[in-house]
């Protein structure tokens, strides 16, 4: 495991800030710089861009993502314990890390960025992931003010994110906005064996790219429709959509599909034009 500065070994800053991984918090660290690095270099070329953080712990993708030349790194930490190990790094790279103590799902970052695009990398905390995910993608301006997200998932949860209505099992309302926002994929797995405590499942590394020009929706309709259909996927759209219109037949023949179609069957575009159709006639 090869060193990527001249601060100590991860190792040994958990032991002497006694960073022991809790539970509630979501927490699994990665002691292995080779892996970090990999993930920070995942993220596209770092010189000089901004990159948002979440969870940093005792910061080992947060070293790795600034030796990989990251201009400025933000990192939101709940833990308290881990402040004094990420003001260590911030005195290694000064002026290049800023840490802020506060809980990822309240912390408005835009007063932070001033003005300036910034990625997303994190190896998230596994009970706040999604809701983190459709935050960043629940934005009132698009394109948003991020310009990739390089996130660490449990891997079923990646698997949702980049489904298709090809693989039925895992296609459904997280699928659906993301890849009507993004483009997605899963860049690799990570073991289980690479964490400390170890996870009981494997972790993969997904990547979300904002489409410029995504096709014209409500998010909100949307997220209507895929509610009622993946509500009870296994029906036809002629009876999942009754919650949303008593007759809904004529809302999908003018969206193009067929009324004893499945929404797992549906692709992105087809409850883009349901959504629509639902809007024209509102």
Request: proline share 9%; hydrophobic share 45%; net charge positive.
């Amino acid at each position: 495991m090869s060193q990527i500065d001249t601060l100590p070994p991860l190792r040994d800053v958990v032991e002497r800030h006694g960073l022991m991984a809790q539970k509630a918090l979501g927490q699994n660290f990665l002691f292995d710089l080779n892996l970090t690095g990999r993930i920070a270099r995942a993220a596209g070329p770092l010189e000089g861009e901004t990159v948002v953080e979440i969870g940093p712990g005792p910061g080992g993708l947060t070293r790795a993502l600034l030796a990989n030349g990251a201009g400025r790194v933000i990192a939101i930490e709940r833990d308290r314990r881990c402040l004094p190990a990420l003001a260590e790094i911030a005195a290694h790279y000064p002026g290049r890390l800023e840490v802020i103590d506060g809980d990822a799902l309240a912390v408005d970052l835009r007063p932070h960025l001033a003005g300036k695009p910034a990625r997303i990398v994190a190896n998230l905390p596994y009970n706040i992931g999604t809701p983190l995910l459709v935050g960043w993608l629940s934005l009132d301006t698009w394109p948003p003010w991020w310009q990739s997200l390089t996130l660490m998932f449990q891997r079923e949860v990646a698997e949702r994110i980049v489904a298709t209505p090809e693989e039925r099992a895992d296609y459904g309302r997280l699928a659906v906005l993301c890849n009507w926002l993004c483009d997605t994929k899963i860049l690799f797995d990570v073991p289980r064996t690479a964490f400390v405590p170890q996870p009981k499942i494997t972790s993969s590394i997904v990547q979300l790219i904002p489409r410029a020009e995504p096709e014209p929706c409500d998010r909100r309709l949307l997220e209507r429709i895929t509610l009622a259909a993946f509500g009870q996927r296994r029906k036809m759209l002629r009876q999942s959509l009754k919650p949303i219109l008593s007759d809904p037949l004529p809302l999908i023949e003018e969206a193009g599909l067929a009324p004893t179609a499945r929404a797992e069957e549906i692709p992105v575009s087809g409850f883009v034009r349901l959504a629509n159709a639902l809007a024209r006639r509102r």
